[in-house]
């Protein structure tokens, strides 16, 4: 008799697969994890699925990678901070997410959805991606220093989505969001790749960095587009609302992006981002950091505020501060 459940080349079209097993895969067990268990194996069939959404080409070629080119130490450091970027790029799929439902709960079209689903599709990408580059600068990080490869469960810094309801509510947070991750957060990775790729010296490292950058320049395109679309849509109070997150928000991005460095310690100076003699896997100095923060929120974040109609000076003047003196 004919079976139903298979097509012609063999392939289960209802049911799961074969080798679905009895016992959690590693994907969903629950266990202290660190970031390389993101690529736990499901079934042959989820990773196809997979593989066909997230893989691009060219995919940077790990296997090439040659370790034996640079000192343990520097690679482990490189590692380190790899694997807090695997996270981070979670933590963009978890935000994004939230975001989605967000605006789909408040009826959006689907122009300001459509995008969405690219931007997750990419942090999923750039989570394996940075998570490949930890493990291939250090395989036994994960084991030797379990708290530096840590995959904890991300949490936004900003408070839960209304789950449904109030339209105004949704979107404000919806705005507020987008604000925070894509017009401030995006805005801002976007030099530090730029700079990243410059004083990096390993080619495979570089092809990660470059996979990232493409894709962060269009992530902040959709976050100053489809705020500019949502703010007309904003009563008074929610739009005071939103000026008082990108308030919290500039306190926030500056204590964990400027490395303890104020605006005084750099100003005046001017960013020279250049290759040093010694080999580079991908990290910027604390200082390279701040001074890109700076300038960014100076050259760019302020006059694509005013243009939304926020008011940058003034949320910038009254951020929360932070004690500098943890400077390293
Ligand atoms: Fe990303
Ligand atoms: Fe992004």
Partial sequence: MHDRRRTSAGRALSGPSEDTRDCPSGAVADTTKTCEQMFAATTRRLQRIYRGQVGREPWPEFES???GDYPLELRREAARHWARRAVAEYGSIHQFSGVTHALCEANVGLELLGPLTRLMTDEVRHAEV?????LACDPEGPAVSPRAFAWERPRAPWPRAPYAGDRQQLL???AEAILVACCLGETISRPMYDAL???CTDDV???VLRQIQRDEHLHAAFGWDALATIWPALTRESRADVQERLRVAFGGFEATTACGYTIADVAGREITITRTDGPNLGVL???QYAMIFFATVEQELFPGLQKIGLDPAEAWAKRPQTDVNHRP
């Avoid at 940075?130 to 930890?134: E, I, K, L, V, Y």
């Fill in 172 to 174: 404000r947070w919806a």
């Fill in 197 to 199: 790729i410059v004083v």
């Fill in 130 to 134: 940075c998570g490949q580059m930890a």
């Fill in 285 to 287: 100095s604390p200082e």
């Fill in 205 to 207: 490292a570089n092809q």
């Fill in 65 to 67: 990678f040659r370790r």
